[in-house]
C-alpha cells in the first residue's frame, strides 16, 4: 500500500505529533494526580512525627513577647514571609508559627514570632509535650510528679520517666472502666428505660414499676461507681514549668500522652509515630474534633458506602437488564437513557435536598407514624440518618451504575445469547445464567465508580443525617446492633467540619491533611476491595474483555 | 422451479417444509421453499453467501423469532407439529432442535457447567446424571481425552476447534432430535475440521443433520443429502452423490464446479 506522503518522500512516522500531543496529555495529567497525593501524604504523615520544642530568648519590647516574658517555647509548625508596611515601600518579615500550647494559660495555643525578635535559640533537652483531654498539648518543663498513692518524684530522678508511664498506665486503665460503666453500661439502662417509658400500658402495671424501680437502682449504683472512678482521676498530678515561668500542676487524669521530642532517638521517634497514627485511627475525637483521633468518622463512612452500595446495585443493575434487554428499542427507551445520564450531572445538592424532603420528611415521617408513634414527637427515623444518607447517595450514583451495567451488558456477544436460547432456555434463564455473568466484571467497574463518587461526597450529606460528633456507632452490640436511624460521622463531613467550622483552626489545620489522607486511603481501600472481587470474577470467567 | 430429484421415502421425513418464505421486514429472504429433511441422515445445505441458508436453518429452530419486524410464511412441520406457530412452545422445540453456530459460542463458565447448561436450565441437578452426561457427550464429541483432566476449568481457555466440539457436545447434551450446523468448521484449521467431519458422520447414526456449509468437499464427504440455494430459492435438493456428479440445473452444474459465486 502506497501512502500519499511516502511518494513526497516524507519518512517521519506517522502519527508523531499525535505521540507528543497525547503523551503530554497523559504527563500532565499524571503529575498532577501524583503532585496532589504527594502533598496530601507529605502534610498528612507530619502530623505524627514528633517536632522538636524549640526555646526563645526574644528581645525586650519586641511584639513576639508573651505575657511580658522574653522566654518563650514552643514547635515550629511552618515559616511564613510577611510584608510589613514601612515609613516608605515595604519589608518582607519572616514569622515562625509557633506552637506556644498551654491554652489554658496563655488563651491561644499557637502565635506568629518574628524571626528578627529572637536573639537566641536553643533546644532544651528536657523540653516536654504533654498531651490532655482539655486545652492541647502543655509545653514545657518538668518539675515533679505527684503520685495518687501520694508519693512525690522529682523531673530530676531516674525513675521520673518510668513512673510517669506507670501512672498514665494506670490512667488508661480507669478511662476505660469509667467509658464501660457511663457509655455501655449506663448507656444500656438508659435504653431499656426508654423502651420501658415508650411503653405506657406496662409502666402503669406493677411489673412494670418494678423492673423500672429495679433499673433506677441499678443505675444509682452505676452512677455512684462512676464517680468514685472520676475521683480517682483527680488524684496526682504533673508538675511543669513552662518557658515563661508559670508553675503549673496536671492532674494525672487529664493527660493522655508525653513525650520528650528534644531527645528522642530515631527509633523512639518512628515509635511515637506509629503510635501517633494508631490512635488517629482508633480514638474517638476530642475538643471539637481538633485532637484525638477520626473513628467513628472512619465506620461512618464505611458502613454508609457499604450500605449505598447494597442499595445502589440492585436497582441499578435491574434497571438496566431492563432497559437493555427487555424494553423495545424506541425513543422511549432512548429518552430514558438520555435522562439517566443527564441525572449523573445533577449538583449532587440536589439531591440532598430531595433526600430530606422525599426520605426523611415523608418516607421517615410515615415511618414513625405508623411504627414509631409511641416516641413521637422525638422522631426516630424522621429525621437525618444513616439509612437515608445512603439512599440519598445511592440514588445519586444509580446512573453511574445503570450506564457502566448497560455497557457491560452490550459487550455480551450475540453469539452467547443465541447458544443460551438455542440450548432451550429462557430469556430470563439466559440474562441469568449467561449474560449477567459474563457482565459481572464490567458491572463491578460500575460499582467501583458509584462507590468513589459516593464515598467522597459531603454537600447532600450535610441535610440528611452527617452531624460532627454522633454521641454512638451505626453499629454497636445493642439490639438491633445496626441502627440505621441513628445520625453519623463521616471523613469529607469532617474535613470540611475541621476546615471551615473549626474554634481553633491553627489546631485543626494538620488534621485536616491526616483525615484527608485517610478519605483518600478508605476509597482506595473500598475500590481496592471491589477490583479485587472484579478480578476474581474475570478469572473465573477468563473473558478478559473488560 | 423447485426441481426435486430423488425426494427421500417419506415415512423417514423428520422436517416437512411447505410452502416456506422469509421477510426481513420488507426484505423477502426466502422465496417459497418445498423440502422434506430425512430422519437420521445429514443433509447439507450449499449456496452462494447471502442466498438463505443461515435464514433458513433458523426458521428451523425459531431463532428469527428474536429478530425485530421478521415474519415467516408458510408451513414447517417438525414430526407432524406445524412450528409457523404462535403457539408453538419453542422452548420445547429448542430442546427436540439443537444448534451450533459458525462461531463457536462457549459460555463463561467451566467446561463441565457448559455441557451440562441445557439440562441445568431443565431442572436437572442430580450429579450422577449430569457426570454421566458430561463423559458420554464429551466422548461422542471426541473432545474427553483433551479434557477429562480439566473439567473445571473455563471453556474460554480452550482453543477454536476444541470450543466448537464442546458447543456440539452441549447440542447433545440434551438429546435432540435434529442438529442445525451453521457453517460449523468455518473458523477451524484442516485437522479440526477433519475431526468435526469425522464427529458428524458418526452423530448421523443418532441424529438428524442439517449442516450448512461452503465447502463442497465436506459437502460431498459429510452428507446424505444436498440442497443448493440461490438467492433465496431451492435450486436443486437430492442425493449428494447424484447433485455433485449429474446436477439436474445448470445452475447448480455452475456453483459446484466454481463457475459462479
Ligand atoms: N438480521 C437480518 N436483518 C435483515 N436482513 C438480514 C438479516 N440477516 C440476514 N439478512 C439478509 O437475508 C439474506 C440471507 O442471509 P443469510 O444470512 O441467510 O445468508 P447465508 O446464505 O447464510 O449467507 P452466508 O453464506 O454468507 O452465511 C441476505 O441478503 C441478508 O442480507
Ligand atoms: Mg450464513
Redesign the interface.
Known sequence: MNLPHHKFGDTRPAGETGVWLTSMGLAIGLFMVLALLALIVANGLSVFWPKPVLELHLKPGSASVLRDQTVIGGIVTRTRDRMVPLAEGKAVEREWHLQVGNKDVYGQGFRYVAINDALKTEYPADAMVVERMEYGHAVGRPLSLALPDGRTVAAGDAGFSPALHDALRGVRALRGELRQVEKKAIGRINHAMTQLRLNPDKLASPDGRAEQAELQKRYDVLAADALRIRGELEKGSLSIALFTGEQRAIPLGQIVHFHFPNRMTTPEKVGFFLHGLKGFVADDPREANTEGGIFPAIFGTFVMTLLMSIAVMPFGILAAIYLREYAKQGWFTRSVRISVNNLAGVPSIVFGVFGLGFFVYFTGGTIDQLFFSKSLPTPTFGTGGIIWAALTLALMTVPVVIVSTEEALAAVPRGTREGSLALGASKWQTIYRVVLPAAAPGIMTGLVLAMARGAGEVAPLMLVGVVKLAPSLPIDDLFPFIHLDRKFMHLGFHIYDLGFQSPDSDAARPMVFATTLFLIALVVLLNLGAIVIRERLRRKYATGAF | MTSTLEAPPAEDIVIDVRDISFFYGANKALHHLHMRIPRRQCTAFIGPSGCGKSTFLRCI?R?ND?IDGARMEGSLLLDGMELNSPHVDV??L??RV??V?Q?S?????SIYENVI??L???GVNNRSVLDETVERCLRKAALWEEVKDRLHS?A??LSGGQMQRL?IA??IA?NPEVILMDEPCSALDPRATSRVEDLIAELRQEFTIVIVTHNMQQAARVSDWTAFFYEGKLIEFGATQQLFTKPASQQTQDYITGRFG
Open positions: 429452530n431463532m428474536l422452548i420445547a429448542r430442546r439443537g444448534m453456530f462461531k459460542n462457549p459460555f463463561p463458565k447448561y441445557g441445568r436450565i431443565a473455563s474460554l481457555q458447543c452441549r447440542s440434551v
